[in-house]
């Protein structure tokens, strides 16, 4: 009857301390997930917002680029520039409290092609741009390093639509 006993205290003393709190489920959450509203009030530049604007529009909610009218590839392309591009590719540069976002756009529709947020670390990068890697609304896609390619040099975001 002894060996019952101590099994029995040997299961209770494992579930307390197995419901003791101090670890969470798989499915609780200590803070805000990236991707919503809430989290959105606590990201650096809030990218979901952004998906699917256009330059002007974006350009509006960022302000205005790093690049500017005078330089060799400024702000828009030149006549000559637009004639030898056809305007596609053009970019345009943006920082907002610390996050550096490069932006694809072609320049004769406006489209938005992607947005680039530079940086080392995926998991603040898509906290500081509240992205979530499953939204229906666009992919996040990590840009790596040319010369290593292991070296995560920023995620890419791309409107599904």
């Known amino acids: 009857m002894r ?27 200590s803070g805000p997930s990236t991707g919503t509203t809430e989290a959105g009030r606590n990201a650096t530049v809030d990218v979901p917002a952004l998906v699917g604007r256009n330059i002007d529009q974006l350009r509006r909610t960022m302000g205005a680029p790093k690049e500017t009218r005078e330089q060799a590839i400024g702000l828009e392309p030149t006549a000559a520039q637009m004639k030898a591009t056809k305007g596609q590719d053009w ?11 490069v932006v694809t756009f072609d320049a004769s529709t406006r489209k938005v092609r992607d947005i680039v947020l530079l940086g080392s670390d995926e ?16 992919l996040v896609l ?9 070296e995560l ?5 791309v409107a599904r639509r």
């Open 3 to 29: 060996p019952n006993l101590y099994f029995a205290l040997a299961l209770l003393t494992a579930l307390t301390s197995a419901c003791s709190g101090s670890q969470m489920a798989g499915g609780e959450k």
């Open 153 to 157: 040099i920023g995620m890419r975001v």
């Open 91 to 101: 970019i345009n540069t943006f920082e907002r409290n610390g996050t550096t976002l």
């Open 123 to 138: 998991d603040t990068l898509l906290r500081e741009a509240n992205l979530s890697l499953t939204s229906p609304e666009y």
């Open 142 to 150: 990590p840009v790596m390093s040319p010369g290593n390619s292991t």
